[in-house]
């Protein structure tokens, strides 16, 4: 972008895509929490607008659109409940019940199918079920064309705020979430390539990315709160948690100091 200013517009003028498609990813990934979303699709919208070029003649709205999606889809794999047995299973029974129901002229029994498939009716239950929790496509057409809208001057304030917080906190993050975030949502690096790099599994590096996604709401949450202390969402030690929240509060605005060196300090008295 050609200046930081520039740059901070078009993420204030779009924050409100990604609470829309934060919405309607979470109606049809309801496993999924839409806090949890919107905090993902927050940190792609900041990265969308420091990799923007507009002299490709490309909308920002259309280009950060598919960068939100992108790290939504990553985030849904990364948090998938079904295993590799599990989605053929899924695949081969809803097959054969297409099958049936095409001859039959009518839907196919549970019993049908599991003859058909030499399987128990259960078996054929379970995964009819499953099969009814998988998550559609994000892909909707409806959503190209979403105009952003302005937000009020009170609303920016708020989103300029808990831009400067993601940003110090993404900079907390211990060092190998820190290296993962930035290698997927600042270089756009393939989780693969990262996995051979670091000498880990592909689903150790996915899930040393939602655990960083998580910490950086657990940030977000604690800045934000009123009164009440947050629950907690990341999967961590309180000491890691603590000691994340410390290096916050060391490199941040006096604000961030004062909220985030408070929760260590009380961590520690308890």
């Known amino acids: 972008m050609s200046s930081r200013a520039e740059r901070n517009r078009l993420v204030e003028d779009n924050l409100p895509l990604v609470g829309y498609l934060a919405s309607e990813t979470h109606a049809r990934a309801t496993h999924i929490p839409r806090e949890e979303l919107a905090s993902v699709g927050a940190l792609a919208l900041v990265t969308a607008a420091d990799a923007f070029d507009p002299t490709l003649g490309v909308p920002f709205g259309a280009y950060a659109r598919r960068r939100i999606l992108g790290a939504f889809a990553d985030e849904m794999r990364a948090m998938d409940w079904a295993s590799r047995g599990?989605?053929?299973?899924?695949?081969?029974?809803?097959?054969?019940?297409?099958?049936?129901?095409?001859?039959?002229?009518?839907?196919?029994?549970?019993?049908?199918?599991?003859?058909?498939?030499?399987?128990?009716?259960?078996?054929?239950?379970?995964?009819?079920?499953?099969?009814?929790?998988?998550?559609?496509?994000?892909?909707?057409?409806?959503?190209?064309?979403?105009?952003?809208?302005?937000?009020?001057?009170?609303?920016?304030?708020?989103?300029?705020?808990?831009?400067?917080?993601?940003?110090?906190?993404?900079?907390?993050?211990?060092?190998?979430?820190?290296?993962?975030?930035?290698?997927?949502?600042?270089?756009?690096?393939?989780v693969k390539d990262i996995a051979e790099e670091l000498g880990v599994s592909h689903s150790a590096v996915s899930q040393q990315r939602s655990q960083a996604v998580r910490l950086l709401r657990d940030a977000l949450d604690k800045y934000f709160a009123e009164g009440e202390e947050p629950t907690q969402v990341a999967r961590v030690s309180l000491g890691v948690r603590d000691a994340f929240f410390a290096r916050i509060a060391e490199t941040g605005s006096s604000r961030l100091a004062n909220v985030f060196r408070e929760s260590s300090t009380a961590s520690a008295l308890a």
């Open 86 to 190: 599990i989605r053929k299973r899924i695949k081969e029974t809803s097959a054969v019940r297409e099958t049936l129901t095409a001859g039959l002229g009518r839907t196919a029994t549970v019993a049908e199918i599991a003859t058909a498939m030499a399987v128990p009716n259960d078996v054929v239950a379970e995964a009819l079920a499953d099969g009814a929790r998988t998550v559609v496509t994000l892909e909707d057409p409806s959503a190209h064309d979403l105009p952003a809208r302005i937000p009020l001057p009170e609303e920016s304030a708020m989103l300029s705020e808990r831009r400067h917080v993601l940003e110090h906190a993404v900079a907390a993050l211990p060092e190998r979430m820190r290296l993962i975030v930035q290698a997927v949502y600042f270089e756009e690096r393939p």
